[in-house]
């Protein structure tokens, strides 16, 4: 059987701490405040911001900002709601700034 780490991984480029599975990498065309950002299901080892709403260039949402839950590094959002129907399924999942991950193998 498989183990956990048989297949790449992203990890936090400051202190590499896993954070999500190559798996679960849904898009790599989003962008976010450094530029780009991939878009994934699910991330790990992760801590939540306060939830705010936001206006970003596909809508109006509301996020929780994402932060490395060892070092502490701003990596990102989480959608938890979206306000138009057609961005919907962007609930419950991750942008990660791409500058702020490394993958490994």
Sequence with gaps: MPGFFDSPLFSCRNCRNPLALRKD?????????????????????????????RQLMSGSFTIAPIYCSNCGEELGWKYLRADVDKQKFKEGKFVIEKSKIIKEY
Excluded at 34 to 52: C, P, R
């Design 25 to 53: 990498l849904l898009s790599k065309n989003f962008t976010a405040k450094s530029g780009s950002a991939f878009f994934f299901s699910d991330a790990m080892n992760i801590v939540y911001g306060k939830k705010e709403h």
